[in-house]
């Protein structure tokens, strides 16, 4: 309906919105800046409400177009698609409009409550969504309580909230029942989870690995707090150094899966043709000494001579280097980790990073050989240190100068 129309409206509801409408174009062009802060806050509230009144008015004309048949006399499959067309709005919005109003019909309480601008429309699709869910076998007694509690809860609860609520909502009004649905219902939600478990990955041939990945709520939760924890700001600054201190980006998520990737412990992993399911790692010994030469993962795919480096000094892989004739010289050693003991006894010892001005604690610290291990260095105490994630790479980054300090830190320069 619009201002412009010659038509004049007959039901009292045309009406309205046409008077709406035209009192509307009357401040197209009305400056705000004269407005005072008691009066713009004021208006802008009441424009809230007023926008979740026009949206009951809407649902109910929406159900009267579809009682009458709007569009099927200009051929179209159903009034909501007439509606979409009509309007320039998606499908999808037409439909969740047309859902809303349907559910209005049967929740007159709630209709009521944004008819008068008590609750707005996402307060009033959560509340209907609640309510619909509920389980069939309640009593319509139960039901009027069940409406009458969400709606009285939406004065003080946002969207959000009410859709909290609403889950536990026998709970309140029948707590034997709510504690029976909720058992049922928890059970049938992780039994679908379960199901819907997936991850799927592929290679781009460019050096970088997509994939997508669906998961029960409760291990994601999990895998959010460990990534989190890694991509930390704290985190973040002793690797990195200061200037990092923000809200973890997805860039620094996707880091700290690779970190835990690379960090997950390989005790822990599941025996694959005999070995531990970890990652073998072939290069030449020149690379594994210095080297600039790419080195070459069972898989196929390739990795640069300093990556290969820092990741032969973790426990994720296993390097297989290979002498002239490509005979494999080392397979790992027996002893070429720290163990458990030895690194408690470097954690006492030198307390944490070994580096120069750093204060990463001992149990987030990797163990690194003074020597190379690569170069014959020994798994002993008098050979091993600490070094933080940033400062291990650092070791190992042929970019980087590690030099020896008096009392037994290390300090890291670029070379030029």
């Not at 008590?118 to 007694?141: G, H, K, M, S, Y």
């Not at 009027?144 to 809860?153: F, S, Y």
Request: glycine share 8%; with cysteine.
């Amino acid at each position: 309906m619009t201002s412009s129309q010659t038509t004049a409206p007959q039901h009292a509801i045309s009406r309205a919105v046409a008077a709406m409408d035209e009192q509307v174009d009357n401040v197209l062009d009305a400056p705000v800046w004269s407005m005072s802060d008691d009066e713009a806050a004021a208006t802008l509230v009441r424009l809230t409400r007023l926008s979740s009144r026009i949206s009951e008015l809407e649902a109910r004309v929406a159900l009267q177009a579809v009682a009458v048949g709007v569009g099927s006399s200009v051929g179209a499959t159903s009034t909501q698609a007439w509606w979409a067309t009509r309007t320039s709005q998606t499908h999808r919005s037409t439909a969740a409009k047309m859902h809303v109003a349907e559910a209005l019909g049967r929740w007159d309480l709630v209709r009521q409550a944004l008819s008068s601008g008590a609750i707005l429309t996402e307060q009033a699709q959560v509340i209907v969504r609640a309510l619909d869910d509920l389980p069939d076998d309640v009593n319509p007694e139960t039901r009027v309580l069940a409406e009458k509690h969400l709606v009285d809860l939406a004065a003080d609860h946002d969207a959000v909230d009410l859709r909290r609520l609403g889950r536990g909502l026998l709970d309140v009004i029948d707590p034997a029942a709510g504690e029976e649905e909720e058992r049922r219902r928890l059970e049938e939600e992780e039994r679908k989870a379960r199901q819907r478990m997936r991850l799927t990955m592929s290679d781009d041939g460019h050096g970088s690995c997509h994939g997508r990945f669906t998961i029960p709520a409760a291990q994601g939760a999990m895998l959010k707090k460990i990534l989190q924890g890694l991509s930390a700001p704290k985190h973040q600054t002793a690797i990195h150094g200061a200037g990092v201190e923000r809200k973890p980006s997805p860039e620094r998520m996707g880091a700290a899966f690779c970190e835990l990737i690379e960090r997950y412990p390989t005790d822990r992993l599941p025996n694959a043709g005999g070995v531990n399911a970890t990652v073998v790692i072939t290069m030449p010994l020149e690379t594994l000494l210095g080297a600039e030469k790419a080195a070459t993962l069972d898989t196929g795919d390739k990795i640069t001579a300093s990556q290969a480096r820092r990741l032969a000094c973790e426990a994720g892989i296993v390097p297989a280097v290979l002498g002239g004739k490509s005979e494999v010289l080392d397979l790992g050693r027996t002893r070429r980790f720290f163990s458990k003991a030895q690194l408690l006894a470097l954690g006492i010892q030198q307390g944490g990073c070994t580096a120069d001005g750093c204060d990463w604690p001992p149990s987030m610290c990797h163990a690194h050989h003074d020597t190379f291990w690569s170069h014959g260095g020994n798994t002993d105490l008098k050979d091993g240190r600490l070094l933080c994630p940033r400062h291990h790479a650092r070791a190992h980054d042929p970019t980087f100068t590690m030099t020896m300090l008096p009392g037994g830190k290390v300090a890291f320069t670029r070379r030029t």
